[in-house]
T-cell receptor
Framework: GQNIDQPTEMTATEGAIVQINCTYQ??????LFWYQQHAGEAPTFLSY????GLEEKGRFSSFLSRSKGYSYLLLKELQMKDSASYLC???????????FGTGTRLQVFP | DTAVSQTPKYLVTQMGNDKSIKCEQN?????MYWYKQDSKKFLKIMFS???????INETVPNRFSPKSPDKAHLNLHINSLELGDSAVYFC?????????????FGPGTRLTVT
């Protein structure tokens, strides 16, 4: 089976940097996605990692270590609009399904 | 202009009723999905269709029946609604069923069963 763990809630200050961790257990790993979901809205795609290393996209970066079953999403220069839930999702070769973690609710304070 | 659209946005109904949610995507994608997000915000796959064929069918009560009349549409019909069916239902689509293809989500349908 698959198991994904993320912290439930995090808080940070505007302008700061925050790292949201995700650990997973899966057979036949075939990629890890990060999605952002604002309250009452649909999830939107942020990043995709399938190889080890760091993927950078503007203020957001995502890191993957397949041997450790570990990923993080790094948000720099936090803005108030970054207050949202961040969902880690893993796909396996065996099922092709995206299995989502329960999400991390980030609150950014002025 | 909307990529993935769902109707209705809100649905309030009584136990025992039958209801449908419609989904359409104009992205030209081959694969469409239905997800359920419960009150704890846990997003769980229910069904997936690729080119109108069912490819993922999770352990979902058979009161839920998806129908894909064509590649651009995936509807969800729910019979004999129960209180536990109350949730937000998201439709999504992707270019393919595997690999790097990200999923684009619709705005969601908030179903409340009373």
């Amino acid at each position: 089976g698959q198991n994904i763990d993320q912290p439930t809630e995090m808080t940070a200050t505007e302008g700061a940097i925050v790292q949201i961790n995700c650990t997973y257990q899966t057979s036949g790993f075939n990629g890890l996605f990060w999605y952002q979901q604002h309250a009452g809205e649909a999830p939107t795609f942020l990043s995709y990692n399938v190889l080890d290393g760091l993927e950078e996209k503007g203020r957001f970066s995502s890191f993957l270590s397949r041997s450790k079953g570990y990923s993080y999403l790094l948000l720099k220069e936090l803005q108030m609009k970054d207050s949202a839930s961040y969902l880690c999702a893993v796909r396996s070769y065996n099922t092709d399904k995206l299995i989502f973690g329960t999400g991390t609710r980030l609150q950014v304070f002025p | 202009d909307t990529a993935v659209s769902q109707t209705p946005k809100y649905l309030v109904t009584q136990m025992g009723n039958d209801k449908s949610i419609k989904c359409e995507q104009n992205l030209g994608h081959d694969t469409m999905y239905w997800y359920k997000q419960d009150s704890k915000k846990f997003l769980k796959i229910m069904f997936s269709y690729n080119n109108k064929e069912l490819i993922i069918n999770e352990t979902v009560p058979n009161r839920f029946s998806p129908k894909s009349p064509d590649k651009a549409h995936l509807n969800l019909h729910i019979n004999s609604l129960e209180l536990g069916d109350s949730a937000v239902y998201f439709c999504a689509s992707s270019q393919g069923a595997q690999g790097v293809y990200e999923q684009y989500f619709g705005p969601g349908t908030r179903l409340t069963v009373t």
